[in-house]
């Protein structure tokens, strides 16, 4: 189930996320770049109005360890 738009604290949590995508792109593997690309692009069109299921937001915060 979709949720309807980015919380304040989801939407912080992308911005540091596409603040620090750049110095950690190289821990990621292809399929998380992959992944990172398209939910950063979403997010950056959409911005607060940007849907995230909560299966995307396991592989998100998986993948965030890696980069904050």
């Known amino acids: 189930m979709m949720n ?9 949590w992308m911005k540091r996320l596409e ?5 950690a792109w190289d821990e990621l593997t ?5 992944f990172m690309e398209n939910r ?3 997010f950056r069109r959409y911005g607060v ?3 995230i ?3 995307q937001w396991k592989i998100i915060d998986r993948i965030s360890e890696k980069i904050l």
């Open 19 to 23: 603040a620090g995508i750049d110095k």
């Open 4 to 12: 309807m738009g980015l919380k304040p604290d989801e939407y912080d």
């Open 40 to 42: 950063l692009e979403a």
């Open 30 to 34: 292809e399929w998380e770049q992959r």
């Open 53 to 55: 299921s909560k299966a």
């Open 49 to 51: 109005k940007m849907r």
